[in-house]
């Protein structure tokens, strides 16, 4: 079976309310997990599921509010929580993916404002 990560550009849909915080919550990455079956005379080229679980490891570069970030599953309607562990630190987040589709990484963070200057 070949696993395959593509990045995706946009969003299918609003990111989730994921804390009561007065702050933005953003999308860290955006991507799609797909598997084929990896032999050349296979008959077809449909998605199907991995057989175990596929474990991913991202690291992720803007600053978050401590423990609002998260994996989460695109399920058409929705975004859905997938079990992970967040090394805030290293800023790396574990995961082991069972399924495959569109996912997202989310998290809160606080905007910041610069102050305008005029002379």
């Known amino acids: 079976m070949q ?4 990045p995706v550009t946009q969003l299918p849909g609003p990111a989730p309310a994921i ?4 702050a933005p919550v953003q999308a860290q990455y955006l991507f799609t997990i797909s598997a084929q079956p ?3 005379g296979a008959a077809t080229t449909a998605a199907i599921q991995p ?4 474990t991913v490891f991202i690291n992720y ?3 978050v509010i401590a423990g609002t970030i998260g994996l989460w599953r695109w399920e058409g309607n929705g975004w859905a929580s997938v079990a ?9 987040l574990t995961a082991m993916l069972d399924q495959t589709g569109t996912y997202a990484i989310f998290g809160a963070s606080y905007p910041v404002y ?3 200057i005029q002379r």
Do not use: C, M
């Open 3 to 6: 696993i395959t990560y593509t």
């Open 19 to 22: 804390t009561d915080a007065n």
């Open 38 to 40: 990896e032999s050349a």
């Open 51 to 54: 057989q175990q679980p596929v």
């Open 61 to 63: 570069r803007q600053p």
């Open 84 to 92: 992970g562990v967040d090394d805030p630190e290293a800023r790396l």
């Open 114 to 116: 610069l102050p305008a």
